[in-house]
């Protein structure tokens, strides 16, 4: 059976279009480059059982009712895995099993007799099991029957009907009846590497849009980005499932959206969708429109964005790498020395005098090498168009007392339509905790909200300056991007794009044939060839047209490994010389989290923390968060760890007994220790008890091991991240009420400054440094711009300024009010300065060596060593060493030309703590001199004792506990 579409002649016309930008040069290439031939929220929640309530695959039909039918037909039951094989969960007894198919989508049931097909094909019984290969791509249908589908069969013109099958009793009756998913056959019949998108050549432009299920495609061409005629009514032809059609210069800076005929599983009909370009590179604003535009115009480029590749800053090693995590309008939405129209947008990282410009380059001077930015592709959340956004008067807030619920009241009421958001939504899924997800609308544009213009080419223009910007500061850029899930689907939602084109197939399907929601909503399957392809293709837009040089993966264990590991290889084929970017320097880390559909590799091996040892791709280590912080994100807020309390300064929760909660900190500083040397999997330490034990041997408290990495470059490790209070929020949180502004500072500047002194990559939340509260919002990510101010003047933390939105926090409201009214709680100028004194410090140290920055396990085996452990062990002290080669030192090699002994004291008890290690004994230790030189007079009062080998680590009461962290090197002697 063969399939025949009208060919209707697109409509010239001689009229040009709405100029949104300027005219296409004569230098264009494709727009979408094939790099084939080269090659919480949940955050730290893991959870290894689905969301999903997955029922029984087959459904029986109650008394053969028409409706009963249509309920059954809803269900997609059974898998089309390959062109001969269907697999079918299904037992119904003596009869026949046949696939209908109907080109108008009118099957239907009535007295057991199945209606409105055009097509009926007898499947015959099965008892075999499904084949190997299809089972390592389907395992979470291993144990189906398999059904043959004849070879006489016209299968590519039948995978555009509504499709179902059924079983027939001996009677003739129909009792089982469902749809079918179609994935595996069409990735079988039409994986494709061919062009796709808008392709610009010197004397056209052509349109390449993947729709094998689609029974028609016509493209709508605009010249303005909303409203009015369109110009044009483009027919496109299909050929393998890739539907295209070229036409004139003229489109160019033109509008379109496609009008795709299609069997939407969702409704059970045939529906006309109108949807955007996946493979979009522009857009008007709020997506309304796909804008047809050359990114290697040169009227869409900065004056020497060619020559970006040579002004990168320096990185010899991702082991080298301190990441910093900002959001675009956090960062200049109250910044007052930025230009008006600038603020809260791309254009506010070009005004290099503001006062967050300088601060980054403080924070570049010191050590910070990438800029993590929290979305910045085209999400649901926000209007583009400023001018529909409603305000608050920040005059009239600042009014109420610091623990009101007035503040939040006034900030919700215009939550939805208001300036800000992360580009994301807060979401209940019954069997796990509220989450946070991310708005993703279009992957490949950048966002409109953030652009002067969200119409034409300004959007790009902006986000290739903000890059070039932060670049010429000495800061990489690296994109949080959020590929493991959708913001709408069906046919008719205006930010439904993937879902429209090619229905059923973008977005991962439960047993039944429901989307699945495990990651809040909308999950996307990388299992599938087409969507691989077309996260890889977008990576490869962002790194080539916007030459940034890392990404961070939302969710990425909801990604396949394979699609991982992948994008890393294209990454590393890419070339200065051939595309303008130096491959090899990009980076890859992400959140490895193993739950959902996806846990123990459900849908084949996934992008979890434990599956990518190996891969030299990061994660983010919750471990060492945890360990220090005490509990989790989703645990008890007044469960302690390390540096909050636990065990020496504990606050009113019942930890448990004494000799509990001591076991409790001596497991915690197990897991920081583990963390400090890389999380390495084969990294081998003395643990709380005395044994030997590997990174992988230490558990957590489900059992799971603590180290997952092979690689340090494969270990994320951080404190605080956008998710969740922020770190001087939670140490507020967690410490006793008693203890003074000074000591819960210094709690502050020991989490951020064990991070700057681990192995493997640190991670900072964007204001730890500035001792940054959001008044104790546990999810900011609607918290508008009162709750997640940034002040780069230091003259306010945004600690006190109002109980935090009910939503997320109302359980917490009686622990958080009595911290917020108490003035005692709120940071001085004079703090703020000195945390980030400190953390510049810090920084500064770590960069002092590449002891610190290690680049290979073996080296961290060989060098890294911990003392003051086992049963011995002095609660609330680790001492860490790290040592060189010089003379008298074999099978080490020297890598510091400084220093030859380095060795790390943390104390976290409210005394002065005596350390004797004969390790240290008869060595030439002195404090390092960033610290002997800083105004920490608390750090340079430690001492060390030569012949002995003791060290004192200082602390002092002030009301109670000052913490210490002190850096003790032994200078190489030439």
Known sequence: MSLLHSSTPFLATSRTCWNTCPPLTSRSISVSVNRRRRSSSRRGFRLNTSPTIQCSSAMAIDGGSSTSCQESLLYSRAFWVTKSTIAWDVDAGDGSYYLYGSKTANLSVSNGEIQGYDVKIDLGGSNDKLPEHVIERFPHIKDYKSFQVPPTVDVVGLLKYQLAVAFITSGGKCTTITSLQLPGVLDELFSYNGP?????????????????????????????????????????????????????????????????????????????????????????????????VNLNSETSKPEGWDDLVDEK??????????????????????????????????????????????????????????????????????????????????????????????????????????????????????????????????????????????????????????????NRIGLRVVLDVVYNHLHASGPHDKDSVLDKIVPGYYLRRNLDGLIEHSTCMNNTASEHFMVERLIIDDILNWTINYKVDGFRFDLMGHIMKRTMVKARSVLKSLSKLEDGVDGPSI????????????????????????????????????RIRDAMLGGSPFGHPLQQGFITGLFLEPNDHDHGSKSAVEHMLAVAKDHIQVGMAGNL????????????????????????????????????????????????????????????????????????????????????????????????????????????????????????????????????????????????????????????????????????????????????QERVRFHSTGPSWIPGVIVMSIEDGYNGVAGLTQLDPIYSYIVVIINVAPTVVTFTSPALRGRNLQLHPIQMNSTDDVVKDSTYDSPSGIVAAESKYINHSFLNFTTVAQKLVH
């Open 196 to 292: 796709l998108g808008p392709i610009f050549s010197q004397e056209s432009i052509s349109l390449y849009l993947w729709a094998p299920t689609a029974q028609d495609v016509r493209a709508l061409i605009y010249g303005e980005p909303e409203g009015g005629d369109h110009l044009e009514v483009v027919q496109l032809e299909e050929q393998n499932g890739v539907w295209s059609a070229s036409g004139p210069l003229t489109w160019n800076c033109c509008y379109y959206v496609y009008e795709v005929s299609v069997y939407h599983p969702s409704t059970l009909k045939i529906e006309k969708c109108m949807a955007n370009d996946p493979y979009a590179r522009g857009l008007s604003a709020d997506g309304k429109r796909t804008l047809l």
């Open 313 to 470: 800053p320096d990185l010899l090693s991702f082991s080298d790498i301190s990441i910093y995590e900002l959001h675009v309008r956090d960062f200049s939405a109250n910044d007052n020395t930025v230009h008006p129209d600038f603020r809260g947008g791309f254009l506010a990282f070009t005004s290099m005098e503001s006062a967050g410009m300088l601060h980054l380059k403080k924070l570049s001077k010191a050590g910070i090498t990438h800029v993590h930015l929290l979305p910045t592709f085209q999400f649901g959340g926000v209007e583009d168009e400023k001018d529909k956004w409603k305000h608050l008067d920040f005059q009239i807030l600042e009014s109420f007392p610091p623990d009101s619920e007035e503040q939040q009241a006034q900030v919700t009421a215009i939550q939805n339509v208001d300036g800000y958001n992360w580009g994301a939504h807060w979401a209940d899924n019954f069997l796990l905790p509220p989450l946070k997800s991310y708005n993703p609308v279009l992957w490949g544009v950048p966002k409109g909200s953030y652009a002067s213009n969200p119409n034409g080419i300004s959007r790009i223009t902006e986000f290739r300056k903000m890059v070039q910007a932060l």
């Open 587 to 622: 980076y890859l880390y992400g959140e490895g989290w193993d739950f959902g559909e996806v846990a123990n590799n459900g849908r084949g091996i996934n992008a979890s923390q434990y599956n990518l040892s190996g891969t030299g791709i990061g994660s983010f280590n919750d």
């Open 681 to 860: 999997k084969e990294f081998v330490l003395t643990n709380y008890e005395g044994q030997e034990a590997k990174g992988c041997e230490v558990p957590t408290h489900d059992g799971a091991p603590v180290a997952y990495a092979s690689s340090p470059i494969e270990t994320v490790n951080y404190v605080s991240a956008h998710d969740n209070e922020t770190l001087f929020d939670i140490v507020n949180l967690k410490t006793p009420a008693r203890i003074s502004a000074d000591a819960r500072c210094r709690m502050n500047h020991l989490a951020t400054s064990i991070i700057a002194l681990s192995q493997g990559i640190s991670f900072f939340h964007c204001g730890d440094e500035i001792l940054r509260s959001k008044s104790l919002d546990r999810d900011s990510y609607n918290s508008g711009d009162w709750f997640n101010r940034l002040d780069f003047s230091y003259s306010s933390n945004n600690w006190g300024v109002g109980l935090p939105p009910k939503e997320k926090n109302e359980r917490n409201w009686p622990l958080i009010k009595t911290r917020l009214a108490d003035a005692s709680f709120k940071p001085t100028r004079s703090q703020i300065l000195a945390a980030l004194e400190n953390f510049s410090s810090f920084l500064n140290i770590r960069y002092s060596s590449p002891l610190f920055r290690l680049k290979t396990a073996n080296a961290i």
